[in-house]
């Protein structure tokens, strides 16, 4: 099973990005999946899960409002919509299943003030 984030970049303050997370192995039907973020010397954060049914998703205080989660109909990707975005989210994003250990390779953002 492997995960593989994509689709950081360099963005502007108050701009918009998504973030893909591809699943190859199994699919995120049967599992809540989520999106953390983690900065140099600091813990990794968490940002949003989504059920695997996709029918409840729940946010950090610090990106509910901005950040939405999302999953394809296959349900073998996931998403991180992004708008909004601030200096202060910058960070590794990554996507993940912590209770089964499974973490993707994470993909850069980085936000311009």
């Known amino acids: 099973v492997q995960l593989q984030a994509y689709g950081g970049g360099l963005v502007q303050a108050g701009g918009s990005l998504r973030l893909s997370c591809a699943a190859s192995?199994?699919?995120?039907?049967?599992?809540?999946m989520g999106w953390f973020r983690q900065t140099p010397g600091k813990e990794r954060d968490f940002v949003g899960t989504?059920?695997?049914?996709?029918?409840?998703?729940y946010y950090a205080d610090s990106v509910k409002g901005r950040f939405t989660i999302a999953s394809d109909n296959a349900k073998t990707t996931l998403y991180l919509q992004m708008t909004s975005l601030k200096f202060e989210d910058t960070a590794m994003y990554f996507c993940?299943?912590?209770?089964?250990?499974?973490w993707g390779q994470g993909t850069q953002v980085t936000v311009s003030s």
């Open positions: 192995g199994r699919t995120f039907s049967s599992y809540d």
């Open positions: 993940g299943d912590p209770p089964a250990d499974l």
């Open positions: 989504i059920s695997g049914s996709g029918g409840r998703t």
